[in-house]
């Protein structure tokens, strides 16, 4: 369970609570971030995603560290900016069935949603992506 | 200055790149001489680009790139591949490779290189 803590969710067009999930964090249109007090949501806000580049997988892990982001939640990531972003701090959820970005945000809060384990990145384990 | 290590088992690949850097006055060179000198290396130093050759003498280049994920995934890799682009894309997945490179790599592949790794570091360098 989360008590306090940034959230970031990679999003498509605006994002936002109400809003859809990208299936993959590095060409997002924005991430909305989540801010948690005392197990609530207490703050949601988007930050616009920066150009994506292949190989740059640590735009997105320097932008997001940058931001304070405790927890990330994705359908699918390569084994890179996942490595990078342990290196950081910020814990990696999955969730690859759901597209709405609520109810996995409220499972996440209530300690519902798995850590990414190794065997479910791209390119590793034929993980999905939303 | 951009600090630079080429990872070579054969001097091919690694005289074709040093030749090239030796005009590029913003690049420092290094070079390992197989896969666990190189992880041996980027463990101890910072590189802003880890070069690989496709076959070392201990490992091959993209499991080397693999293993490098473990030790710091923070620096960025480039890799000699004789693949199409779909077979590298496809055997590299999730590695975060910047681009392939030739196994013998000429001044318009590693000014393309340079270029890539630029964009990357103006967002990534604090």
Not at chain 1, 100 to 109: A, C, F, K, S
């Given at each position: ?11 498509m ?27 609530k ?14 190989g ?50 409220e ?24 | ?21 030796k ?40 499991e ?17 591949s ?45």
């Amino acid at each position: 369970m989360m008590k306090n803590g940034r959230i970031a969710i990679p999003s498509m067009g605006s994002g936002g609570l109400d809003g859809q999930r990208s299936g993959h964090f590095g060409h997002c249109d924005v991430f909305t971030f989540v801010d948690v007090e005392d197990g609530k949501i207490k703050q949601v806000l988007t930050i616009q995603n920066q150009e994506h580049v292949q190989g740059g997988c640590m735009v997105p892990v320097n932008l997001l560290a940058g931001h304070k982001v405790n927890a990330l939640v994705v359908g699918g990531i390569g084994m890179r900016p996942l490595m990078g972003f342990r290196q950081v701090g910020i814990d990696v959820y999955h969730d690859a069935e759901r597209i709405d970005i609520r109810p996995v945000v409220e499972d996440l809060i209530a300690g519902k949603l798995a850590m990414i384990t190794d065997d479910q990145v791209c390119g590793g384990g034929g993980a999905q992506r939303v | 200055m951009i600090r630079i290590l080429i990872v070579s088992s054969e001097n091919v690949f690694a005289d074709a790149l040093t030749s090239i850097f030796k005009k590029k006055k913003e690049v420092t060179l290094t070079r390992a001489e197989s896969g666990n000198q190189g992880l041996s290396m980027v463990k101890d130093q910072n590189y802003h680009l880890v070069i690989t050759d496709e076959i070392l003498s201990d490992m091959t280049g993209l499991e080397f790139a693999g293993k490098m994920l473990s030790v710091n995934p923070m620096i960025n890799c480039a890799a000699a591949s004789s693949l199409s682009h779909d077979e590298f894309h496809e055997a590299s997945e999730g590695l975060g490779i910047l681009m392939a490179l030739p196994l013998k790599p000429g001044e318009n592949h590693v000014n393309r290189l340079m270029e890539h790794l630029q964009k990357i570091l103006q967002y990534t360098i604090s």
